[in-house]
């Protein structure tokens, strides 16, 4: 049984929520051990002005991303909008999104560049492990829409491959 107050847990999930507002902080993701086997995880997400939480304990939690609610717009719009484009590969997780193995090699891929699948075409780092991600189909690079370095979030388009 647990020696901890939920009362005290709703507080502490109430904080981080306003922790993340204050910070301007998309995620944040926390687990306090309280013993041996009784802890509490929460991860606090924010996206389109909506803070989601999850809690668990004493089991890992992992969450699924909300899916995204589309709004109506008119047909131009949507087809603006590169995560809409059914060549569009996106980020699999949260992380810092690097274009080549190391600083100053040469990028995984270009624009105009034929990619097989399973190629590997960039790299995410989350949480210091570098991710590899593979093409998730054959064709050809028609626009890469992430810069090297730069953080990118589940879900963001981060090229197109037709």
Known sequence: MSKHSPDADVAFISALAELLNKNDLTELSVKREYGED???????????????????????VYAAAPAAVAAPAAPAAVNDDPAQHPGAVTSPMVGTCYLAA?????????IGATVAEGQTVLIIEAMKTMNHIPAPRAGTVKRILVEDGTPVEF???LMIIE
């Open 102 to 110: 190391e600083p100053g090699a040469t990028p995984f891929i270009t």
């Open 38 to 60: 009784d802890s509490l995880e929460v991860r606090v997400v924010k996206q389109s002005n909506i803070v989601t939480t999850t809690m668990a304990a004493p089991a890992p």
């Open 155 to 157: 879900g963001a388009p």
